[in-house]
Structure formats: structure tokens, C-alpha cells
């Protein structure tokens, strides 16, 4: 059974905010989304903070990377302005402030670790120690987060600090082998692309007793094909298309 949320916003605003912002957690909840999707990576000196890409350029500007910036130098850089002039300024987030903004709002997050190359176990680590000790206390399986990375590494090593919390492995496609791989990170559910995945395919990872996430759907005539296959859950970018209710 999938005890989680079952629509997702993708980086925690989809399209309306920049992306592993607070701002866009603030824009996820005001659109009615009480579950988060984000990408978490290290800075040069081991903090764990909210980054889709290792280099600079995209929503960084400049050239340089996350794991060679300390985050006090990260925190002062610009993660808003790149997205639209309103959300200038906006800074790039720790993992901790995410998390005390999200349980504070009763917000579920799928936390994905991003590693960068090379830094996989130690992004776990880290990063699973974090989070075993927010929610140390918290027995409710609803709000429990779940990890997700395409990182074996780093799910094994999350898993040493954090056995508490889930894991998902994330992959393009179903590849041969999927259950021999999700048993070696001890995962229970399987996080894929919803344009590879086919029904036998949902089929045979639901039979067996896994949960089925996938990513990024944003048609909601998908979404209502995919749930009549048996996936559990989506994250979408269009959390104006899509309500959080959507069945």
C-alpha cells in the first residue's frame, strides 16, 4: 500500500516559482499541495542544500560549482532572478530550513539525493542524518518523507543513517534486473519516467509489492491513464493544471 500523497509538485512549484526555492514551497502550498518533491546536494563544506545542478548557470548565474562553494557564499547567491525580476534575490535554500518550513505545514517531501560526482555516500550520509533526527519523534507513516535518488550509493549510505525513512530508486526506464536492484538498496518503490513505462511493466512492479512513482507528468489525461495502470504517484510541474486532489 502506498501510504503517501499521490500528486507531487515537482521541485516544490512546478512552473510558477523557481525551482528548490522556499518560494516555491510557499507557491506549492497556496496552490492547495501539502507534498513536495526536491533535489538536495553538498556545498564545499558538507551542508546539505536544495540544487538540481552541480554547476552554476542555470538558476545560478555565473560559472562555478555547489560542491566547491562554502553555503554561507551559497546563501548569498541569487536563486530567483533567473525564474522572473519578483523573485529576486530569493536564496538558495538549506535542506534544514526546507524541513522546518515543511514540517511546520504538515508538508510531505520526497527528497531526492543529488549528489554531485563522486560525493554519493557522503551526500547519504549526511543528508540521512539530517533527516533521522527531524523526525526522530514523528511515528505517523503519512508524513514520514521518502527518499528517492538514481544514486545506489547514496541510497546505501542513507539507508545506514536514516533506516527509519523509505527509500525509491529512481531510473529512466524499467530496466532488466529492476527487482534485484531495488532489493540491493532496500528500496520499496520504484521512481520512473511515466513516457517509458508500460502497463505490464506497472503491472508486474505493483504485483510484486512495490510502489510505483513516476515523473513528471503534467497532462491529466495521463495522470488518469497511468493511475488506471496502477501507479501509485506522479510529480507534476503543472500544479495549476493539475489540482493536489486529482484522482
Known amino acids: 500500500m502506498w501510504p503517501y500523497p ?3 509538485a515537482h521541485r516544490g512549484g512546478g512552473t510558477l ?8 514551497m510557499r507557491c506549492g502550498l497556496a496552490h492547495g499541495y501539502r507534498a513536495v518533491e526536491f533535489d538536495v546536494m553538498l556545498t564545499s563544506d558538507g551542508v546539505p542544500v ?5 554547476c552554476f548557470g542555470r538558476t545560478i548565474a555565473g560559472k562555478g560549482n555547489v560542491f566547491d562553494t ?21 536564496p538558495v535554500p538549506t535542506l534544514q530550513q526546507v524541513v522546518d518550513y515543511c ?3 504538515r508538508i510531505w517531501m520526497n527528497i531526492e539525493l543529488k549528489p554531485a560526482p563522486g560525493f554519493g555516500p557522503e551526500t547519504g550520509r549526511v543528508t540521512g542524518a539530517l533527516i533521522a533526527k527531524a523526525f526522530a519523534t514523528n511515528t505517523k507513516a503519512s508524513l514520514i518523507p521518502l527518499f528517492s535518488s538514481f544514486s545506489p550509493d547514496a541510497l546505501i549510505a542513507v539507508r545506514a543513517t536514516a533506516p527509519r525513512i523509505p527509500r525509491g530508486l ?16 532496500g528500496a520499496v518503490a520504484l521512481h520512473t519516467d511515466h513516457k517509458t513505462l508500460t502497463p505490464l511493466q506497472a503491472r508486474e512492479i505493483k504485483t510484486a509489492g512495490y510502489g ?15 493511475f488506471d495502470w496502477g501507479v501509485d504517484a506522479f510529480c507534476t510541474d503543472r500544479i495549476d493544471l493539475i489540482p493536489a486532489d486529482f484522482s
Open 170 to 185: 529512481l531510473a529512466s526506464h524499467v530496466a532488466i534486473g529492476w527487482r534485484e536492484q531495488l532489493e540491493a538498496v
Open 50 to 54: 536544495l540544487m538540481h545542478d552541480p
Open 6 to 8: 499521490k500528486v507531487i
Open 103 to 105: 514540517v511546520l505545514n
Open 212 to 226: 510505483l512513482f513516476c515523473h513528471t507528468v503534467n497532462d491529466p489525461a495521463r495522470a488518469r491513464e497511468l
Open 17 to 24: 516559482a523557481p525551482e528548490n526555492t522556499l518560494a516555491a
Open 70 to 90: 562554502t553555503a554561507q557564499d551559497l546563501a548569498h547567491m541569487d536563486a530567483g532572478a533567473w525564474f522572473g525580476g519578483e523573485f529576486k534575490g530569493e
